[in-house]
Every structure is written in C-alpha cells, then in structure tokens.
C-alpha cells in the first residue's frame, strides 16, 4: 500500500506551488496513473514521494516513508526520465551494467539475465549502452527497477517518446505487473493511455488533485467518443448526419466531429447520398476534469481558509503479497520535516494561491481525511 499525504513542493518562495496537498493511496494488485499536461506537477509528485526534494507531506510504502526503508530496492523499484539514457557508463555492456548493479543490490547475476530476456534486451545484452535506441534505454531502465524484485514500481511517463511497438510492451507489462500483488503508480499526459492502464486515475493540474477516480468513472465522465470526418461535401453531410440524431460540430477547415452515431452508420450514410469522405476514423476526446472541491463541514465554513499539516502516521498497511504483518518500525514513523508526535495538527498561515480545496484545522485520525 502507497499513501501519499500532504505532498507540497514549492520551488522558489513567492510563486505558485509545483504541487499543492497532493494525497492519493495505491493499493495492492493496482494500477493508479497521475494523469496531467505538461507542467502539471507529476514529475515533481514522484521525486517528493521518493524524497529526492525537500517539502510537505509524506508518502509511506506500507507504512514507512521512502527513508525508512530496509530495502528500499526490494520495495520501490523507480523509473524516472533521468534513468535514461544516461544510465550506465557508454562503454559498458547492457549485461555488464545490470549484473554490475546485481551484485550492488546482492541478487545474483542470473537475475540479470533474466531481466534481459524479460525486458526483450537478450539479443542486444553485448551491446555497448551507448548505442542503444530510446526503447532500449527505456527498458533497461526498468530492468534495473526490477531487480531485487520490489512490490511497487513508480514509472514517470514510461512511455513517452517510445515507438508504438516499444510503448505497446510497456503498457501490457504494466498492466500485468499487478497481478501478482504489486503496486503500481504511474504518470503520463494521455487520458487514452491512463484509461488503458488505470485501475484509479489521479488528475493533477496546476498542481493541484482535480480529480480522483475509478477507472469506470475517468472513462464515463473524461473519455468522449466520436468519429472524425474530413470532406469536400461537410456541411451536406452535417445535415443528414443531424437528421440521423447525431451530434455534430465543426472540427477544422473541412472536417466534422461527430458522435451519436457510428462509423459504420456515418460512411454507409455518407456513399448512398454520394458524397465523397477523405477521412473516417474513431477517435476519443478528452472532456475537462470536474472540479472536486472538498466540502467544508458546516460547523467550520466559516473559517478562513488554512492548511494543515498531517502530524501522525496512518496505521501500517500490509502490501499483499506479504501476507506476514511488517516488522515494528523502531524509528519513529514520521517524515523528519513534520513536527513531533503528541500534537495531531499544526495550522498554518493561508492556503497557497491554486487549489479551490480547503482544508480544516480539525483533529485527524486516520489518512480518510486525506482523501476526502
Ligand atoms: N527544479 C525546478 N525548479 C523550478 N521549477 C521547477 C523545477 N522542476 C519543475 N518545476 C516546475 O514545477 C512545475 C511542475 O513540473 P513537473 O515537471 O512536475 O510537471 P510534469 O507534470 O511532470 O510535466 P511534464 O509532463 O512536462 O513532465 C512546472 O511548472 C515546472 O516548471
């Protein structure tokens, strides 16, 4: 189990945070992508919930902050960008550089070899790195995350600027990853692809959570399907098309966007009253995010507007694919940048700027409050 809570970042004082009270929980067996555009704050949600930058908030791997990890190898395996393509020396062989990081993380070299065939990398294994493409880099890069075998895999935009061929394995092989109890957190900018490899999707914008929902939900309410149609004869077809029932709008110069009526309907509809198509494809469309402001209880509405920072951990989390309880932690489970135990809230001064979120100085018990 992840449970982000509370994650801020503030790059330079006075301006915007990269991201504002960020809180999500990944359970075991799923798939929950952080979906956004560009600048929207994933990248940043990662490295906070790994702690490679200073802020609020904490994420806890089944109850322990990224620090306070053992093994954090065995638990967290990361794909970040800059895990490619400068990882490794140029000069070294794909298989040198993964057994070399095997005996770091004291598994042995056969595990690197079976990395290779499992991430398709066995054909090029005596390749120098330097002469690997973007897709081989990419998978490498997982091939190291996967090592020690963790139960959860934080991938920031595993896909991006992969091939269609290369980003169609990753997908199937995030998809399956769970099964087997993992957890996995992903991010990316494509609503097409979080519908695909969502089990929970977290759209950030601005920084800021807008939505939080089922895959079931983020499919009914964002994903929108429609047919696109490029012509010379548009506003002839548009007619007939609304005289079918479907919804049409203008898409471009000689285009239209319709929904309410298939592909099939719309070309067969199209060649009986001869009118010439240049262009017929599905396509799906992303509707904006709704808003999701947390409701403020009644009995403090009135309040001004305040941040509060979580003081106490949630109870520890089992991951799932151990079924033996965690150890007790002898360090105490509190990220070092939040005050000591005993005090349950801490408020301070105005919400930043973004987020029509507010949360209350009220008592917190347990990370629901978090997430509401
Ligand atoms: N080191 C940094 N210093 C200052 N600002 C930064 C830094 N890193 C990121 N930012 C800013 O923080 C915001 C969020 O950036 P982030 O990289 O997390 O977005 P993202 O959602 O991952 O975007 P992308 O999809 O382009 O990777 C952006 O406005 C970005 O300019």
Wanted: glycine share 10%; net charge positive.
């Amino acid at each position: 189990m992840i449970q982000a809570i509370g994650l801020t970042k503030v790059y330079q004082r006075g301006r915007r945070p990269a991201l504002l009270d960020l809180g999500f929980e990944a359970g075991p067996g799923t798939v929950t992508v952080l979906l956004g555009p560009e600048g929207a704050g994933k990248t940043t949600a990662l490295r906070r919930m790994l702690e490679l930058e200073r802020g609020e908030g904490v994420t806890l791997f089944d109850g322990r902050s990224y620090r306070r990890l053992r093994r954090p190898e065995r638990e967290v395996g990361v794909v970040l960008p800059t895990a490619y393509p400068s990882s490794g020396s140029p000069g070294r062989t794909a298989r040198g550089h993964l057994r070399m990081l095997a005996a770091a993380v004291g598994v042995p070299p056969r595990r690197a070899d079976e990395l290779l065939e499992q991430t398709r990398l066995a054909t090029v294994a005596g390749h120098r790195l330097r002469s690997f493409s973007p897709g081989m880099s990419r998978r490498l890069a997982l091939a190291v995350a996967l090592l020690a075998d963790p139960g959860a895999l934080l991938l920031d935009a595993p896909t991006e600027r992969l091939s269609p061929r290369n980003a169609e394995w990753l997908q199937a092989f995030v998809r399956a990853f769970p099964a087997g109890g993992g957890t996995v957190v992903v991010t990316t900018r494509s609503p097409q692809e979080a519908a695909l490899l969502a089990d929970r999707v977290v759209t950030l914008d601005d920084g800021c959570v807008v939505a939080d929902q089922s895959v079931d939900d983020f499919r009914r309410t964002r994903l929108h399907p429609e047919v696109a149609v490029r012509g010379p004869q548009m506003a002839r077809l548009a007619d007939l098309l609304v005289t079918q029932g479907a919804e049409v709008r203008r898409d471009g110069g000689a285009g239209l966007a319709v929904s309410g009526l298939g592909r099939t309907e719309i070309g067969e509809l199209a060649y009986r009253s001869g009118i010439l198509l240049h262009e017929l494809a599905d396509r799906v469309v992303e509707q904006p995010a709704p808003r999701v402001p947390r409701i403020a209880p009644a009995r403090t509405a009135a309040l001004p507007a305040v941040r509060v920072r979580r003081t106490a951990a949630p109870a520890p989390a089992t991951s799932g694919r151990e079924p033996v309880p965690a150890p007790a932690d002898p360090a105490p489970t509190l990220a070092p940048d939040l005050p000591e135990p005993g005090r349950q809230t801490q408020v301070l001064p105005a919400v930043q700027p973004g987020c029509d979120t507010v949360l209350l100085p009220a008592p917190l018990t347990g990370p629901d409050h978090w997430n509401g």
